[in-house]
């Protein structure tokens, strides 16, 4: 696959899929775990579709959650 995290809701990576749609003459792409139906941000190429769903909001506060635990000790 595209180096994919997991599904933020149910944690797998073998039910995630890249898909595509055409609105008003564009094209679109998006990520979707077909096992919870979670789709991810949308964007105009399969590899922007994948980069938003790795930058998802849940990993950037996971990170700043760790980052100032360490920072505090």
């Not at 899929?17 to 949308?42: K, L, N």
């Not at 980069?51 to 909001?57: E, G, I, K, L, S």
Request: proline letters at 5%.
């Amino acid at each position: 696959m595209d180096d994919l995290k997991p599904c933020p809701f149910c944690g797998r990576t073998e039910f995630l899929h890249i898909d595509r749609y055409q609105s008003d003459g564009e094209w679109w792409a998006y990520v979707e775990c077909t096992e919870c139906m979670t789709t991810g941000p949308v964007g105009k190429s399969k590899l922007q579709a994948v980069d938003a769903w790795n930058m998802r909001p849940i990993a950037v506060k996971i990170t700043m959650r760790r980052t100032s635990d360490v920072s505090n000790n």
